[in-house]
């Protein structure tokens, strides 16, 4: 299983390395298009390659027309089958961090918890009893200002920590972002008087999170690579915002 992991991620390394040239010949298809559609001279730098060019293009589909990167690929099945979660902690961690991670189970559908020896839990909410359990089903997600390509980016990672819901799921999870902390909340909701009076409950637990890192494969693949990283030098930056207004 080791050596097949190592050669799918050699694999899926090689195919980043090709996006480069792949987005090249794609601008290059992209100018001999213009110019035919225009009626304008092909370009001095394209005529060399102008009959190779328009035989590719010739051949193209709506599927092929426009080329596919790494991230396609890493959720390419994501529909076909739920996602897994491993939720670990550091070594010998303090008790509030144990019922953390256990509430997290509950919040990630399909996650497991395994304990390697300042958050708000749902223990720690005073109106239990208005709190209520935990609900199993799949949860709507909510995605609140990820706008810029690196908030899209982690949008669509926290997205695809959770499997596609029921429509009339009543379990919603939002991950909020502003100047770059993202805000998790956990609500359900009720319609006691139809659509217009719906009452949100939260149920825990809430917590506040920065981006630290975006690592390309698992955290066990010594030559993965870094796709994103934060730097100290980001907190003074204030006006700079990463993943969203």
């Known amino acids: 299983m080791k050596r097949k992991n ?24 992209r100018k001999i298009r213009e110019a035919l559609q225009e009626g304008k001279p092909i370009p001095t730098e394209l005529r060399n390659e102008e009959a190779e060019l328009r035989r590719e293009i010739d051949l193209e589909d709506e599927n092929t027309a426009v080329p596919r990167t790494h991230i396609d690929d890493e959720y390419a099945k994501a529909a076909e089958r739920d996602p897994k979660i491993l939720i670990t902690t550091s070594r010998n961690p303090s008790a509030p961090l144990v019922q953390f991670a256990k509430e997290l189970k509950l919040v990630f559908p399909n996650a497991q918890q395994m304990n390697r020896g300042g958050q708000v839990t749902r223990h720690d909410i005073k109106d239990k009893k208005a709190m209520g359990t935990m609900p199993q089903v799949y949860p709507h997600v909510i995605l609140d200002n990820f706008t810029t390509k690196l908030g899209e980016r982690t949008a669509n990672i926290l997205k695809h920590l959770f499997p596609v819901p029921k429509p009339d799921t009543k379990r919603i999870i939002t991950f909020a972002n502003q100047s770059d902390y993202i805000s998790f909340r956990h609500h359900t909701y009720e319609k006691h008087g139809g659509p217009k ?48 207004i």
């Not at 050669?7 to 290059?28: A, H, P, T, V």
């Not at 975006?214 to 993943?243: C, H, R």
Request: hydrophobic share 35%; charged share 35%; proline share 3%.
């Open 6 to 29: 190592t050669r799918l991620m050699k694999e899926y390394l090689y195919r980043k390395s090709l996006e480069g040239k792949e987005r090249l010949l794609y601008e290059n298809k």
């Open 197 to 244: 009076s719906i009452v949100l409950e939260e149920i825990g637990p809430r917590f506040e999170m920065r981006l630290f890192k975006i690592k390309l494969g698992t955290l066990d693949q010594t030559e993965s690579q870094d796709e994103w990283v934060f730097k100290p030098y980001m907190n003074t930056a204030k006006k700079q915002k990463f993943i969203g």
